[in-house]
């Protein structure tokens, strides 16, 4: 499939870049976002001109006075009303709509990108299409035994294809609109593996740029995190339904009873230090949405 800026994709001209920032009730984090972003230093050999579209997805806390407050010392940088319909998804392609740049990139409010981003980013985009950077999560986690280690790859899924997570990647913005965005009726969770999927079986390859980085903010307890991948696993069997004709697999019913039975078997090693806590709890989260993913899409998917 071609782009709508073939002459950028091959690296002979800076491209127009838009970075995209759902966000809903994150007052308490999305300055430090918007102050690494206005702080990158922009080379105009790689980027002719650039954005910041924040799309409030209905808040009700001070995240409008927060990014108001930083407008006039930040000329790149626009808010957007999208509150029409709840979830990032929704608000991520109504800031997409507005977006008058050649490509886009999607970050989230809670994280921070790392310095030279947006340069080391268009550098990929001058020659790959769709691009995911590398996830890191030991700078914003020091009070919280984070047992994730930045990623060196997309995500792997299990016997499919790959992944990105949402929090850094970019694409042609042709690419993004022809595939119709983010598909609204994931709000938030599976959002991503979904526009990766599609993304590739549409023919084009998700990049990935280790040294292209944003530094994640974890969740700062075990309930919050268990809450996090319950969601994440309610998702699977929606995901399961929907890409099962292109060859996504299953685990059948012995194989997925037979984890269940080992993770609580194990439980007892999660008694041992912080990580192998969190660790636990995320794997029981997970496997406790995908339960619960299964009845609400009447599709059995439990990994």
């Known amino acids: 499939m071609g782009t709508d800026n ?13 970075v995209i920032i759902a966000v809903r009730n994150g007052g308490w984090c999305i300055g430090e976002q918007l102050d690494a972003l206005a702080a990158q230093s922009v080379d105009a050999d790689l980027v002719e001109s650039w954005e910041v579209i924040v799309a409030d997805n209905g808040s009700t806390d001070d995240t409008r006075r927060v990014v108001e407050g930083r407008m006039a010392s930040f000329p790149e940088l626009r808010l957007i009303d999208a509150s ?20 886009v990139a999607i970050v989230d409010a809670d994280d921070v990108v790392g310095e030279g981003w947006i340069n080391g980013m268009a550098r990929e985009l001058g020659v ?19 047992t994730l ?5 997309l995500f792997a899924s299990e016997g499919f294809l790959p992944f990105a997570g949402s929090g850094n990647l970019a694409m042609d913005i042709g690419i993004y609109r022809s595939l119709g965005g983010f598909d609204e009726r994931f709000r938030n969770a599976g959002n991503d593996v979904d526009l990766s999927w599609r993304i590739q079986l549409t023919g084009h390859e998700i990049w ?21 991948h319950r969601m994440y696993g309610t998702q699977d069997p929606r995901l399961y339904r929907m890409y099962r004709q292109h060859g996504m697999p299953r685990a059948t019913l012995k194989v997925s009873v037979a984890r269940l039975v080992m993770m609580f078997v194990t439980a007892p090693r999660a008694l041992r230090s912080p990580s192998h806590r969190l660790a636990w709890v995320r794997q029981f989260g997970n496997r406790v949405g995908c339960v619960i993913g299964s009845v609400r899409y009447r599709t059995w998917y439990v990994k």
Do not use: M
């Not at 280690?149 to 790859?153: L, M, Q």
């Open 128 to 146: 790959h299409p769709v691009v995911a950077g590398c996830l890191e999560y030991s700078r914003l986690n020091a009070r919280v035994d984070a």
């Open 149 to 153: 280690k930045a990623t060196t790859a």
């Open 6 to 18: 073939d002459e950028v994709v091959g690296g002979s001209a800076p491209l127009r870049l838009a």
């Open 208 to 228: 990935f740029a280790p040294d292209v980085i944003v530094h994640v903010r974890e969740r700062s307890s075990l309930w919050s995190s268990f809450r996090q």
């Open 84 to 103: 029409g319909q709840r979830g990032a998804s929704f608000a991520r392609n109504r800031a997409v709509d507005a977006a008058t740049g050649s490509h």
